[in-house]
């Protein structure tokens, strides 16, 4: 059924519900590695090229019985985006939001959160700035897969084009989805990587422990609490509790509709 050309989403998520155990065993296995287990894993289970069903199975690694999970993800994104945007405005990575459309806010808060959660790790030189580990936009010249073959990086990657977002893995493209959805972008990669049992970048890794924490509330490794990951974290809340204390000091901007699901 995984593998059928157009098989019934709901079937298949009842199917992947069933065999989750075994599922999760083969992707997390050590004999898989990072460069080759995205391609394992779909040619094994292809329905994981659609956002939706990469999603579900984000609701099931941490929490696989609350069926809740995904709504209230959607709930605590739209709260962290609506902060952050304040958060980089107030650390003067951000400008504030004010005729821009949806689609350029969530590009310019995707290229600003690690200087907003940065990780004090050299980058390497074709890489040129952190954010180019999770997202790029192609020029208009640009061809996506010249782009994804010299990518000096191997992880999950959002590719913005004219008309719609890819989704690739390493030099691979998964997946694209409409341009209005962007605003996900982020919840998406966590997703992939989540799914694909891939490990974060260390350039990122700061930015993505504290979508896993405070977004997905699903902990880390004690390993994974860096300096980096703590002093973000420390700075995050400390601005959260002024402006609680003084509503003024952080004004939240607007929320965006997120189509998680």
């Given at each position: 059924?995984?593998?059928?050309?157009?098989?019934?989403?709901?079937?298949?998520?009842?199917?992947?519900?069933?065999?989750?155990?075994?599922?999760?065993?083969?992707?997390?296995?050590d004999t898989l590695r990072d460069q080759d287990r995205p391609a394992n894993i779909?040619?094994?289970?292809?329905?994981?090229?659609?956002?939706?069903?990469?999603?579900?199975?984000?609701?099931?690694?941490?929490?696989?019985?609350?069926?809740?999970?995904?709504?209230?993800?959607?709930?605590?994104?739209?709260?962290?985006?609506?902060?952050?945007?304040?958060?980089?405005?107030?650390?003067?990575?951000?400008?504030?939001?004010?005729?821009?459309?949806?689609?350029?806010?969530?590009?310019?808060?995707?290229?600003?959160?690690?200087e907003m959660f940065p990780s004090l790790v050299a980058l390497p030189k074709k890489l040129g700035h952190a954010s180019e580990a999770m997202v790029h936009v192609l020029e208009p010249t640009e061809n996506p897969n010249t782009y994804l073959q010299r990518r000096p990086v191997f992880s999950p990657v959002l590719i913005i084009c004219d008309s719609n977002c890819m989704l690739a893995i390493g030099s691979m493209s998964v997946t694209t989805f409409p341009k209005e959805n962007i605003n996900a972008g982020v919840l998406y990669l966590l997703a992939y990587y989540y799914t694909f049992h891939l490990t974060y970048l260390p350039y990122i890794a700061t930015l993505l422990s504290i979508h896993q924490t405070e977004v997905l509330q699903d902990a880390i490794h004690d390993r994974d609490a860096t300096s980096s990951y703590k002093k973000a974290l420390s700075q995050w809340k400390k601005l959260l509790g002024s402006s609680e204390k003084c509503p003024m000091a952080m004004q939240q901007s607007p929320s965006l509709s997120v189509p998680v699901m």
């Amino acid at each position: 059924m995984l593998k059928r050309p157009k098989p019934n989403k709901e079937a298949v998520a009842q199917l992947l519900d069933l065999e989750y155990d075994a599922r999760r065993a083969f992707i997390n296995s050590d004999t898989l590695r990072d460069q080759d287990r995205p391609a394992n894993i779909l040619q094994a289970y292809p329905c994981f090229k659609e956002v939706d069903h990469v999603m579900d199975e984000l609701r099931r690694i941490p929490n696989r019985f609350n069926p809740d999970f995904i709504s209230d993800l959607k709930t605590r994104w739209e709260s962290f985006y609506g902060k952050a945007q304040s958060y980089g405005v107030f650390k003067k990575v951000l400008r504030p939001p004010t005729t821009q459309d949806k689609v350029t806010r969530s590009i310019a808060m995707m290229k600003a959160l690690s200087e907003m959660f940065p990780s004090l790790v050299a980058l390497p030189k074709k890489l040129g700035h952190a954010s180019e580990a999770m997202v790029h936009v192609l020029e208009p010249t640009e061809n996506p897969n010249t782009y994804l073959q010299r990518r000096p990086v191997f992880s999950p990657v959002l590719i913005i084009c004219d008309s719609n977002c890819m989704l690739a893995i390493g030099s691979m493209s998964v997946t694209t989805f409409p341009k209005e959805n962007i605003n996900a972008g982020v919840l998406y990669l966590l997703a992939y990587y989540y799914t694909f049992h891939l490990t974060y970048l260390p350039y990122i890794a700061t930015l993505l422990s504290i979508h896993q924490t405070e977004v997905l509330q699903d902990a880390i490794h004690d390993r994974d609490a860096t300096s980096s990951y703590k002093k973000a974290l420390s700075q995050w809340k400390k601005l959260l509790g002024s402006s609680e204390k003084c509503p003024m000091a952080m004004q939240q901007s607007p929320s965006l509709s997120v189509p998680v699901m």
